[in-house]
């Protein structure tokens, strides 16, 4: 599918779905609680659906309503699952869901698509393996999925890369079920709202870890249980940036409803990081968030990504369009989400006619630059595809943005709800 964005403003309101980030984590719990629990507003597409298939894979009962879902936890007596695991385009289902497999006896085997297979996850791997379980990976040398896992994890002491929030999460959420105490030290520890959210849900569910400020040692009793309950998914403060960025560079008036703004996650420093640009951006009560676009954008900033990497994609469209130079910082873990999206938003958005390079684990952009029209690939990547659609609202011609369906992974209706915002857009299938 293929996404023709011509240069114009947004104008209406706007809701993001639920985070993809809280869906699959309370998925993954309520999968583990002992009873019932009802999640609403869950994120019900992509990565969302691949971390309830993987639950059923273990032995969840789950209904599916409308923005609901009810899910008969197996209280730490998960099944074997009868096929592989497949989680399709989901990192995170990939990383949480593979300790999940070490709380079984029996083998389970976790792939995803062609992206997954290319994203290293020996690390976790290995602390399994400390941990009393057994891990392999089926290709030698390559540290990617497909990975197997047999249980039981029977805890211990491990020490973990903290780059990848996502492994030290993964063992946080199975180690409770653990037959001993786990300790886990973190070196490196990056990305820590993430991990924030992670030990926010299993207080939500019953178990509480003390937090040390640099999130460099967790220490987790064993035998312990989770409890279902009922819950509600926030609004996705990684998606929130697309349309926020697109406001921001053209003469738009939006407002974004639906927001939380106490929620953990790290996402929410877009919109401090839009007002050093100097966007106009306000919010209004409890949930909602009013930007009009057309203000002078303000460079000559340095912004640490180190906890917030998602936010790369839509804050280099942001740069490009700002007087000066800017530069973006602690980016390796950025290179190694579900594409280099360092590198590939540098070569995209410079095709446009944009002035970015990379300097060892820095992203420079000089701006402001016209945006040219032309055609680019999201390299079916959700967050590319996002920003570059909202690159082409402030372009001087039509952008054509091809594989563009994969923005359904974490924003279902992210294009008929720019059109509905007045963006002129059109869908055109790649057939045609």
Not at 255 to 280: E, H, N, P, Y
Not at 309 to 316: E, K, N, R, V, Y
Request: hydrophobic share 40%; aromatic share 4%.
């Amino acid at each position: 599918m293929n996404v023709h964005v011509k240069p114009g403003p947004l104008k209406g309101e706007l809701q993001v779905p639920g985070s993809k980030s809280h869906t699959i984590r309370s998925i993954l719990l309520a999968t583990l609680a002992d009873g019932q629990t009802c999640i609403e507003n869950p994120l019900a597409s992509g990565d969302g659906l691949s971390a309830l298939a993987a639950a059923r894979a273990f032995g969840a009962i789950v209904q599916q309503e409308e923005h609901r879902w009810i899910v008969q936890g197996r209280g730490g007596d998960l099944v074997v699952p009868q096929n592989v695991v497949d989680t399709g385009n989901s990192g995170t289902t990939t990383c949480l869901f593979t300790s999940v497999a070490s709380l079984v006896d029996g083998y389970t085997v976790i792939t995803g698509d062609e992206q997954i297979r290319r994203r290293p996850i020996l690390p976790l791997v290995n602390a399994l393996n400390c941990l009393g379980a057994t891990a392999f990976l089926t290709r030698g040398g390559q540290g990617c999925p497909p990975v197997v896992v047999r249980g039981l994890l029977e805890g211990g002491n491990v020490t973990i890369e903290g780059r990848n929030s996502q492994y030290v999460s993964s063992l946080l959420l199975s180690a409770p079920l653990a037959k001993r105490t786990t300790t886990i030290q973190v070196v490196n520890a990056l990305e820590k709202p993430y991990v924030q959210m992670t030990l926010d849900w299993m207080k939500r569910m019953g178990v509480e870890i003390a937090n040390p400020s640099d999130f460099s040692r967790f220490v987790v009793e064993g035998g312990q249980r989770y409890h279902g309950g009922s819950f509600s998914i926030p609004a996705d403060w990684s998606a929130v940036a697309f349309p926020l960025v697109g406001a921001a560079i053209t003469d738009s008036d939006v407002v974004l409803t639906g927001l939380d703004f106490s929620d953990s996650q790290g996402d929410k420093q877009v919109v401090d990081i839009l007002g050093k640009f100097g966007a106009c951006i306000h919010r209004q009560g409890d949930d909602r968030l009013h930007i009009v676009g057309g203000e002078k954008l303000q460079g000559g900033l340095t912004i640490d990504l180190s906890d917030i990497p998602d936010a790369l994609p839509a804050l280099s469209v942001l740069a490009t369009q700002a007087e000066g130079r800017t530069v973006f910082t602690n980016l390796e873990h950025v290179r190694q989400k579900e594409t280099d999206r360092v590198a590939e938003m540098t070569a995209k958005l410079n095709s446009l006619g944009c002035s970015l390079h990379m300097e060892r684990d820095c992203l420079v952009v000089d701006g402001p630059t016209p945006i040219q029209g032309g055609t680019v690939s999201s390299a079916f990547d959700h967050r590319i595809a996002m920003a570059l659609v909202a690159a082409g609202l402030a372009s001087e011609g039509e952008v054509v943005v091809t594989d563009a369906q994969c923005a359904d992974v974490s924003f279902p209706g992210f294009f008929s709800k720019l059109a509905a915002c007045k963006a002129d857009l059109s869908i055109v299938e790649a057939s045609d």
